[in-house]
């Protein structure tokens, strides 16, 4: 009986990924809304161990991008890449996490025109496609 549970818990330990994929959004740029910018060494070294893959706003527009991902990680506060918004939810339906990093999650639309980036009037739209119906600020 113990050989019998020892080979289960091998079989299980021996199918569980060792390092799931995390997907940064980073471009550089890219504002931070209601919150502090947080470094790209920071991230790295906050995520180190989970290999992340750090992608630009034209790799996150490519549903493939997101293909695997364990986890997708926007970490400029309140702003949301609008123009990859497509990916980004294909990618949570289809049973993705998100982590966002500060501010009010989803909040504020930002695209990309004539090269620039440019933040769009804060709504809750993101947010409700997502079901995510309060957020609260986290006292310092």
């Known amino acids: 009986m113990r050989s019998l549970i020892a080979a289960l818990i091998l079989i299980g330990v021996s199918t569980f990924p060792v390092a799931a994929k995390v997907v940064v959004f980073w471009h550089p740029g890219f504002p931070t809304v209601s919150s502090q910018p947080v470094a790209h060494d920071t991230l790295a070294h906050a995520l180190e161990g989970m290999e992340p893959v750090f992608s630009d706003l034209d790799q996150l527009k490519d549903p493939t991008a997101l293909a695997g991902a364990e986890l997708l990680v926007l970490p400029y506060g309140s702003a ?33 025109m004539d090269g620039k980036f440019v933040e769009g009037r804060p709504q809750d739209t993101y947010a409700r496609d997502l079901n995510l119906q309060h957020a609260y600020e986290v006292p310092t």
Do not use: H, K
Request: charged share 10%; glycine share 16%; no cysteine.
């Open 80 to 112: 949301a890449p609008a123009d990859a918004w497509g990916a980004i939810m294909t990618y949570l339906r289809s049973g993705g996490n998100l982590l966002v990093l500060g501010g009010q999650p989803l909040r504020v639309p930002v695209t990309r």
